[in-house]
Nanobody, 120 residues
Framework: QVQLVESGGGSVQAGGSLRLSCAAS????????VGWFRQAPGKEREVVSCISMTEGNTFYPNSVKGRFTASKDNAKNMVYLQMNSLKSEDTAMYYC?????????????WGQGTEVAVSS
């Protein structure tokens, strides 16, 4: 079955960095883009990146553009999210997702999440 397993979350001071990892299994990795979403308590869920497995095209919202970088390793079925210059507002649960082709960010599978806490 499809599985997405995140790791790499933790606590960091503002200005610091973290790298999240997502291990994908149970499907043909190259066939689906992988996105990262986050949700902070009391806030709406927000997409923070998306990367295609073929061309490696990426998307970032303005809130993280220039600070977050998604990358992939097709040989290992891994997706990474490098987060630099972290801010307190980046504190959230971060989820790895599998995206269905089409407009917008349509998700059919979610990981269990990894928590990121940024202290100022």
């Amino acid at each position: 079955q499809v599985q997405l397993v995140e790791s790499g979350g933790g606590s960091v001071q503002a200005g610091g960095s973290l790298r999240l990892s997502c291990a994908a299994s149970g499907y043909t990795f190259a066939d689906y883009a992988v996105g990262w979403f986050r949700q902070a308590p009391g806030k709406e869920r927000e997409v923070v990146s998306c990367i295609s497995m073929t061309e490696g095209n990426t998307f970032y919202p303005n809130s993280v553009k220039g600070r977050f970088t998604a990358s992939k390793d097709n040989a290992k079925n891994m997706v990474y999210l490098q987060m630099n210059s972290l801010k307190s507002e980046d504190t959230a649960m971060y989820y790895c997702t599998r995206e269905i082709a089409g407009p917008g960010h349509q998700i059919d599978y979610w990981g269990q999440g990894t928590e990121v806490a940024v202290s100022s």
